[in-house]
């Protein structure tokens, strides 16, 4: 089956501007994480998202938001982009609460802010 | 979210057993112990997790200290495909999130 599909792949924004970005999870799944991973920071937490409902939001200023849409389907969005934006965002899907769950990740959004 | 110590770099030969150790003292009863991987320009990818006993799969072995302060993460024949950077996570699900506390990892390069 497809795995996680995210789109853009790569994107080029200035400073001030803002951007969407969209993951498509695994059919069936209903959970999708965000992460952003940058070489100084490396992999951080951004959100958690479950039948529509955020679970859980790592520690971000409220410029970064994302929701989730029935079909599982999610967004995020960073507004009024800064240069330490620049990152690789990455999403995760997997099926749900229920135990211990594989997370699936897609290849990621390469953002770059100019 | 308990904290772990992973050396930052190993290198092994292709075809040899690798042994990825990752020391998690502070881990609390209810964490699994996962491990995922990173390869080169791609997202990171589950390889195997456990909470108290030993663990195989296709891709790995798992063998968690009785204490649980330390687990190792074993490639019984490490290929070129398997050079990436593995990241060891304690993590707990009870509560029904299932956030994922990325380290820096350790950096395992195969050499042919």
């Known amino acids: 089956k497809a795995g996680v599909t995210q789109t853009p792949r790569y994107l080029i924004k200035t400073r001030g501007q803002q951007v969407t970005l969209s993951c498509s999870p695994i059919s069936g799944h209903r959970s999708v994480s965000w992460y952003q991973q940058t070489p100084g920071q490396g992999l951080q937490f951004l959100f958690e998202y479950f039948s529509e409902t955020q679970r859980n939001k790592g520690n971000f200023p409220g410029r970064f938001s994302g929701r989730q849409f029935s079909n599982s389907r999610s967004e995020m969005n960073v507004s009024t982009l800064e240069l330490g934006d620049s990152a690789l965002y990455l999403c995760?899907?997997?099926?749900?609460?229920?135990?211990?769950?594989?997370?699936?990740f897609g290849p990621g959004t390469r953002l770059t802010v100019l | 979210d308990a904290k772990t110590t992973q050396p930052n770099s190993m290198e092994s030969n292709e075809e040899e057993p690798v042994h990825l150790p990752c020391n998690h003292s502070?881990?609390?009863?209810?964490?699994?112990i996962h491990w995922y991987r990173q390869l080169p320009s791609q997202g990171p990818e589950y390889v195997i997790h456990g909470l108290t006993s030993n663990v195989n799969n296709r891709m790995a072995s798992l063998a968690i200290a009785e204490d649980r302060k330390s687990s190792t993460l074993i490639l019984h024949r490490a290929t070129l495909r398997d050079a990436a950077v593995y990241y060891c996570i304690p993590s707990y699900s009870g509560a029904g999130s299932y956030q994922l506390t990325f380290g820096k990892g350790t950096k395992l390069s195969v050499i042919p």
């Open positions: 502070t881990i609390s009863g209810t964490d699994y």
């Open positions: 995760a899907s997997h099926l749900g609460p229920g135990g211990v769950r594989e997370q699936f």
